[in-house]
């Protein structure tokens, strides 16, 4: 393979890339707003390298439930895929006499086919109306025919006993068929209130 090199010595010299760097651009594929509850938010995925999916004050309508996401093979006929995922969070209260830092066994898959959640032990995000949970999700190559589908997830919310929740998830959906769709929903009751927006990058 032939060595691509910048036309200038100094990065700030640059005035032009050689056509063979690709520059992986961003583009806002989608983009969903709530104006009612909604039960889920779903998406149609096609074939660029990454989606980014930035999710903003997704509020729930029920008090105590998990905010999560799972994936289609079927053009959404069935949100069942087998996820292999490991998950570490921290917490503080608004006390200031209660933290936690660790491994969240309670979140993990180990070829589950249910919803990949956010946040928490599992049914902690608050419904008061100042609380919400934002975050990013990137998937890899969701269209590959040979390789599994990795992903990384990056969440901040308010949990409903006041406290602050910053967690982190990766794994991958254990199928080498293209994924079809994605969808969010709270694992009880509708998303009250919220934006999505999905980027596709190559």
Same mark, same amino acid.
């Given at each position: 393979?032939a @060595?691509?090199?910048?036309?200038? !010595?100094g ?5 032009a $890339?050689?056509s063979s760097i690709?520059l992986?651009?961003?583009?806002l594929v989608? *983009?969903?707003?709530? +104006?009612?509850? *909604?039960s889920s938010i779903t998406?149609t @995925?096609?074939?660029? =390298? ?5 999710f903003v004050n997704?509020?729930p309508?029920?008090d #105590?439930?998990?905010?999560g996401f !799972?994936?289609s093979i079927d053009?959404? #006929?069935?949100?069942n895929?087998? =996820? ?6 921290s917490?503080?209260?608004?006390a200031g006499?209660?933290?936690?830092f ?5 979140r993990d898959l180990a070829?589950g086919?249910g919803?990949?959640? %956010?946040?928490?032990?599992?049914a902690n995000?608050g419904?008061? !109306?100042?609380? #919400?949970?934002?975050?990013? $999700?990137n @998937?890899f !190559?969701?269209?590959s /025919? ?10 901040h ?6 406290? *602050?929740?910053? #967690? %982190?998830?990766a794994?991958y959906a254990n /199928?080498t068929?293209?994924?079809t769709?994605?969808?969010?929903q709270?694992? +009880? &009751?509708n998303?009250d209130?919220?934006?999505?927006l999905m980027? &596709?990058?190559?």
């Amino acid at each position: 393979m032939a @060595l691509t090199k910048l036309n200038n !010595n100094g990065i700030a010299g640059v005035t032009a $890339l050689p056509s063979s760097i690709a520059l992986g651009d961003m583009t806002l594929v989608s *983009a969903t707003t709530l +104006s009612s509850a *909604a039960s889920s938010i779903t998406f149609t @995925l096609a074939d660029y =390298k990454e989606y980014q999916f930035y999710f903003v004050n997704m509020h729930p309508a029920t008090d #105590s439930v998990a905010f999560g996401f !799972n994936v289609s093979i079927d053009n959404g #006929s069935n949100y069942n895929v087998a =996820k292999t995922t490991t998950n570490f969070d921290s917490a503080h209260n608004e006390a200031g006499n209660d933290t936690a830092f660790g491994y969240a066994a309670g979140r993990d898959l180990a070829q589950g086919t249910g919803d990949q959640i %956010f946040m928490g032990a599992g049914a902690n995000l608050g419904a008061d !109306n100042d609380q #919400s949970i934002s975050g990013t $999700l990137n @998937l890899f !190559n969701p269209s590959s /025919t040979t390789f599994i589908k990795h992903f990384i997830g990056r969440s901040h919310g308010s949990e409903y006993r006041d406290q *602050a929740w910053s #967690s %982190f998830v990766a794994g991958y959906a254990n /199928t080498t068929s293209a994924l079809t769709n994605i969808k969010f929903q709270m694992s +009880s &009751g509708n998303i009250d209130a919220g934006t999505i927006l999905m980027y &596709g990058i190559n």
